[in-house]
Nanobody
Framework: QVRLVESGGGLVQAGGSLRLSCVAS????????MGWYRQAPGKQRELVAS???????NYADSVKGRFTISGGNTQNMVYLQMNSLKPEDTAVYYC?????????WGQGTQVIVSS
């Protein structure tokens, strides 16, 4: 069983920064990718960034150049540094791991960017 605990969300003005953290506890055997998704009100959950074995990172076009993902399965932790935040980044951010082909989700952390 893997449990994900997220932290770091909050309220920030446009142009500001936040850093999200996610710690995976329990059996981490078989985790081969970690990442962040977000879901804004009335919208589908979307991939923000992910990092796979070998530290290969993947970003949504909307956050490239502003967000940086770090950590990964070797550390059982994943971080998301978010800079130059925009109001459209407002959403609930979810930590996600892929373990033996099964997605596991955190409880989510709210990010609100005011204009």
């Amino acid at each position: 069983q893997v449990r994900l605990v997220e932290s770091g969300g909050g309220l920030v003005q446009a142009g500001g920064s936040l850093r999200l953290s996610c710690v995976a506890s329990g059996s981490s055997f078989g985790i081969n990718a970690m990442g962040w998704y977000r879901q804004a009100p009335g919208k589908q959950r979307e991939l923000v960034a992910s990092i796979s074995s070998g530290s290969r990172a993947n970003y949504a076009d909307s956050v490239k150049g502003r967000f940086t993902i770090s950590g990964g399965n070797t550390q059982n932790m994943v971080y998301l540094q978010m800079n130059s935040l925009k109001p459209e980044d407002t959403a609930v951010y979810y930590c996600n791991v892929q373990r033996l082909g099964v997605p596991i989700w955190g409880q989510g952390t709210q990010v609100i960017v005011s204009s």
